[in-house]
């Protein structure tokens, strides 16, 4: 049994260090820890809910997580987790880089309630980090508001957000 202990103790730092010489192993966990210059955020509810986080970072790599919930046979929610992951071109991150250092994005207030919702509100929310500073933007219910409540959220916080979820905000 001693022995048993003492080989496990030397086979495990040994298997550990043949796991992270895999090619490509440390650098999908790095991805996940690095930080995005880009996440934008759909929730669809106030609590437990659905929702989408498209993120992109410096290098062009894109990840998109969209969580749902389904029943299960017994009844009970339970949570789905759906991920995308792609390489962008490099033309395409220097697109979203110049909507997010428009004027109208980085002087946006940190929140636009466009319609006040109690029975199903939504939101989404834009967060751009870059050479050390952070512009978060929130709207709320967008949807749900008529054209002028619409028109005051600017221009490229709406180009942002219908990049990263095309279908959901309206015309």
Request: glycine letters at 4%; proline letters at 5%.
């Amino acid at each position: 049994m001693e022995r048993d202990l003492r080989l496990a103790r030397s086979i495990v730092p040994l298997l550990l260090l043949v796991v992270l010489t895999i090619p490509g192993f440390s650098q999908s966990k790095s991805s996940i820890k690095s930080t995005p210059l880009l996440e934008i955020v759909f929730t669809g509810c106030a609590k437990d809910c659905d929702s989408e986080t498209t993120r992109v970072y410096s290098d062009g790599r894109y990840r998109a997580e969209k969580i749902n919930h389904e029943r299960s046979k017994s009844g009970h929610s339970r949570k789905v987790v759906l991920t995308e992951e792609k390489q962008l071109e490099p033309e395409e991150v220097a697109e979203l880089l110049s909507w997010a250092e428009q004027p109208d994005f980085l002087n946006a207030q940190p929140e636009y309630i466009v319609r006040i919702v109690r029975d199903w509100p939504s939101n989404f929310t834009i967060t751009y980090r870059n050479k050390g500073r952070e512009k978060k933007v929130q709207v709320f219910n967008f949807n749900a508001g008529s054209a002028a409540e619409k028109a005051k959220v600017p221009n490229s916080v709406l180009k942002l957000a219908r990049w990263a979820q095309p279908y959901s905000l309206g015309q």
